[in-house]
């Protein structure tokens, strides 16, 4: 996530239209920012200004901020795949399904609101803060994307370990450099949580994809899929991984 300016958005906003079930979006551009015209929760066109970016690659999505403090994220979505491979266009996610203005998948609906959908897993430290008696979010974060401390643990913890390394004390008794987790893992395996026990195990090393059909949960898919990122063996399979995840 960031936010929308010349360098982070990818989408072309040169006026151009994206047509879905009889609505037409238009992406323009004014006085510097970044707009879409679009249907919004009363089913008539508006103007919306782009506050975010939400991804780098293979898609952009765009989040609209809303009075009451809701982000909310348009289901039309820019390609950045490169124009050889199909991509450079605008297309719709649900492109075989109506979606109207009242649907809860609508892009002004609840099943799009970044606050309570997408927010946790995209951010650092987030923090909600959903008032329910005003119905509004005060929503807050440490690091608007997912930062390395997130996932590796307290960097002072390594300086840490980094100061007592040329010293007497024995490297074992701190752990993995400091950090959470090893980086040195590189065997494949991941934890998964098992439905009877709500226990969390490791798995035996497999593929990727072999990983991805047992767990059929997209969330649990999607952790599995960013740590195969950081160990570098997600590149071949990805294709095949992401229309698995569609197909969940
Ligand atoms: C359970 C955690 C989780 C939730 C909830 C979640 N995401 Fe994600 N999302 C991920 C992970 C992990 C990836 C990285 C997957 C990958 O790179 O293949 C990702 C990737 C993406 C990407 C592609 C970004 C890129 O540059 O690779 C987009 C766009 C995205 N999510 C949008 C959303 C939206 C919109 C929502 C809410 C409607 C949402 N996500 C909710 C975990 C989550």
Redesign the pocket.
């Known amino acids: 996530m960031q936010e929308a300016t010349p360098d982070t958005v990818s989408g072309d906003f040169s006026g151009v239209e994206h047509a879905y079930y009889g609505v037409v979006s238009t992406f323009i551009r004014r006085d510097g920012d970044f707009f879409v015209r679009t249907d919004g929760p009363d089913g008539e066109l508006a103007d919306y200004r782009i506050a975010y970016t939400?991804?780098?690659?293979?898609?952009?999505?765009y989040?609209i901020e809303f009075p009451d403090g809701r982000l909310q994220?348009l289901s039309v979505?820019w390609d950045t795949r490169p124009e050889q491979l199909g991509g450079q266009r605008w297309f719709h996610l649900y492109p075989k399904k109506q979606v109207g203005h009242d649907d809860p998948l609508h892009w002004t609906g609840l099943?799009?609101?970044?606050n309570f959908?997408?927010?946790?897993?995209?951010s650092t430290h987030l923090q909600k803060n959903y008032d329910a008696s005003a119905d509004r979010y005060t929503t807050t974060w440490s690091e608007i994307d997912v930062s390395c401390e997130a996932r590796h643990g307290p960097g002072s913890r390594h300086v840490a370990w980094a100061e007592t390394a040329g010293s007497d004390e024995p490297e074992a008794s701190t752990g993995n450099l400091g950090f959470a987790v090893t980086l040195k893992d590189s065997d494949n395996g991941f934890w998964a949580i098992d439905p009877g026990t709500g226990v969390a195990s490791r798995s035996v090393p497999r593929t990727l994809l072999d990983r991805a059909r047992d767990l059929r949960d997209?969330?649990e898919l999607?952790?599995a899929?960013?740590y195969a990122?950081l160990l570098g063996d997600?590149a071949p399979r990805?294709v095949q991984?992401?229309a698995l995840i569609r197909e969940l």
């Not at 099943?111 to 970044?114: A, L, R, S, T, V």
């Not at 959908?117 to 995209?122: G, L, S, V």
């Open positions: 939400f991804g780098i690659e293979p898609l952009q999505q989040l994220a979505c099943q799009q609101n970044w959908m997408c927010a946790e897993c995209h997209v969330g999607e952790s899929l960013t990122r997600l990805d991984v992401q």
